[in-house]
C-alpha cells in the first residue's frame, strides 16, 4: 500500500522553477508532519525541508533556505515543494516522508523521525 506518491519531477534548467507533489493516501496531512528529503548518487540521503501537521512550522537545511518553500493543502491532502533558483546541485532523487510522532518536533530533520515514505521523484538541474 503506498501512502505517499511523489509527482512534478523532471529536467529543469538552474534558475528555472519547479514544483513536487507528495500525495496522500491512508493518511491525513492534517495528522502528520511532512518532510522532503533527497539523495544523490553515491550519497545517503539528506534532509531538505520539513512543515509541521499544523502548518505553522517550518524547516529548511541552509543550502535551501530561500530558495525552496514547502507547503501542504489539508483539502487535497498533498504536500508542494516549490523549487526557485535550482542549481546543480541540487540534483537528485526526492521523498516525501510523513510523520504523525510528537517527538517528530524535537528533531524534524532526521529521517528516522518519519513512518511513511514515497518512492521518490527524479529531478535533475542542468546547468
Known amino acids: 500500500q503506498e501512502h505517499l506518491v511523489e509527482s512534478g519531477g523532471g529536467l529543469v534548467q538552474a534558475g528555472g522553477s519547479l514544483t513536487l507533489s507528495c500525495a496522500a493516501s491512508e493518511l491525513s496531512f492534517n495528522g502528520h508532519a511532512l518532510g522532503w528529503f533527497r539523495q544523490a548518487p553515491g550519497e545517503e540521503r539528506k534532509f531538505v525541508a520539513a512543515?509541521?501537521?499544523?502548518?505553522?512550522?517550518?524547516y529548511y537545511d541552509d543550502s535551501v533556505q530561500g530558495r525552496f518553500t514547502i507547503s501542504k493543502d489539508a483539502a487535497k491532502n498533498t504536500g508542494y515543494l516549490q523549487m526557485s533558483n535550482p542549481h546543480p546541485d541540487d540534483t537528485a532523487l526526492y521523498y516525501c516522508?510523513?510523520?504523525?510522532?510528537?517527538?517528530?518536533?524535537?528533531?524534524?530533520?532526521?529521517?528516522?523521525?518519519?513512518?511513511?515514505w514515497g518512492q521518490g521523484t527524479q529531478v535533475t538541474v542542468s546547468s
Open positions: 516522508a510523513a510523520s504523525a510522532r510528537t517527538a517528530w518536533r524535537l528533531a524534524p530533520r532526521r529521517p528516522d523521525r518519519y513512518d511513511y
Open positions: 512543515i509541521a501537521r499544523s502548518g505553522g512550522d517550518t
